[in-house]
């Protein structure tokens, strides 16, 4: 009943800066936090930043002040701005979607790959 759809990921020099995109679609009823989660190889997944259908924020200490999340509910869509990428931010990055009644939702994933 929901489609997240991620895009915006790619290849970036360290340093540079890259910004993601997660639209939703479908039964948005009870749409409540959403957030972006990433997985490197060999490692388990990590939150990296949530945000309340108010706009409070939360992130991983990791990459906390180089990377900003936010949302458009009008369009059930919500954002990652990273900056300042590092190597260690290599990844593939999740859009996640929760909701106050009936199941959270994941999107299919993007792959921000950053080099030197």
């Known amino acids: 009943q929901v489609q997240l759809v991620e895009s915006g990921g790619g290849l970036v020099q360290a340093g540079g800066s890259l910004r993601l995109s997660c639209a939703a679609s479908?039964?948005?009823?009870?749409?409540?936090?959403m957030g972006w989660y990433r997985r490197a190889p060999g490692e388990l997944r990590e939150l990296v930043a949530v945000?309340?259908?108010?706009?409070?924020?939360n992130y991983a200490d990791s990459v906390k002040g180089r990377f900003t999340i936010s949302r458009d509910n009008a369009e059930n869509t919500v954002y990652l701005q990273m900056n300042n990428l590092k190597p260690e931010d290599t990844a593939v990055y999740y859009c996640?979607?929760?909701?106050?009644?009936?199941?959270?939702?994941w999107g299919q994933g993007t792959q921000v790959t950053v080099s030197s």
């Open positions: 479908g039964n948005m009823y009870s749409l409540n936090d």
């Open positions: 996640h979607a929760t909701f106050r009644i009936g199941p959270d939702y």
């Open positions: 945000i309340t259908t108010s706009g409070l924020t």
